[in-house]
């Protein structure tokens, strides 16, 4: 059985499949890139795996994540959601939801894409930390702090400084697997 990191639920294989072939990869796709962030806004105060768990209906209920649609939406179109058991039915994550997409356009207007925004606070170089246990890592940066401020700075929501260091890892632009997992070197 290969090494992962310690957070991996291994009785979910949702949870497996997110952890090897997502979680900490270089990601540059504009509209993988909102879709992440999106679910890591609905993830506040609540757990990963349920995000997970629910993470098919969100993509059917917000056109695929694509952007623009997303930020068309209606407010009842947003409103019917809150009746849809499969998603995460809170009012202010699902307007969160179209409050960011069309934040996130205005990024891709001023810098050509969102991930040449995000990417700049970086360098364009994934930054590698040395992770023993994840229980030792912080829960934010300076790094997520400086871009949640930004980030709220233009519009968006639900991106403090703790859910932006979750997306940063997660998009792969900080690579916190643990040193013993088998996915750190591949995401390096």
């Not at 209906?57 to 695929?64: L, Q, T």
């Not at 403090?160 to 643990?178: P, T």
């Given at each position: 059985m290969?090494?992962?990191?310690?957070?991996?639920?291994?009785?979910?294989?949702?949870?497996?499949?997110?952890?090897?072939?997502?979680?900490?990869?270089?990601?540059?796709?504009?509209?993988?890139?909102?879709?992440?962030?999106?679910?890591?806004?609905?993830?506040?105060?609540?757990?990963?795996?349920?995000?997970?768990n629910k993470r098919q209906?969100?993509?059917?209920?917000?056109?695929?994540y694509h952007i623009q649609h997303v930020a068309d939406m209606t407010d009842e179109e947003l409103e019917a959601l809150l009746d849809n058991p499969a998603i995460i039915r809170n009012r202010a994550k699902i307007f969160a939801t179209r409050a960011n997409a069309q934040a996130f356009l205005q990024v891709q207007a001023e810098f050509g894409s969102f991930d040449a925004y995000l990417w700049s606070f970086v360098g364009g170089k994934a930054i590698n930390n040395d992770v023993q246990d994840y229980r030792l890592a912080p829960a934010k940066t300076a790094l997520s702090e400086q871009l949640a401020k930004d980030l709220k700075k233009r519009?968006?929501?639900?991106?403090?400084?703790?859910?932006?260091?979750?997306?940063?890892?997660?998009?792969?632009?900080?690579?916190?697997?643990?040193?013993?997992?088998e996915w750190k070197s591949r995401n390096e």
């Open positions: 290969p090494k992962r990191c310690g957070w991996v639920k291994m009785n979910n294989p949702l949870y497996i499949a997110y952890h090897d072939e997502e979680w900490g990869r270089p990601l540059h796709d504009d509209q993988a890139l909102f879709e992440l962030l999106c679910l890591e806004t609905y993830q506040a105060g609540l757990s990963w795996e349920t995000v997970l209906a969100f993509r059917e209920v917000f056109h695929g519009g968006f929501k639900f991106t403090g400084s703790v859910a932006v260091l979750s997306y940063l890892q997660a998009a792969g632009l900080v690579n916190d697997h643990e040193n013993d997992c």
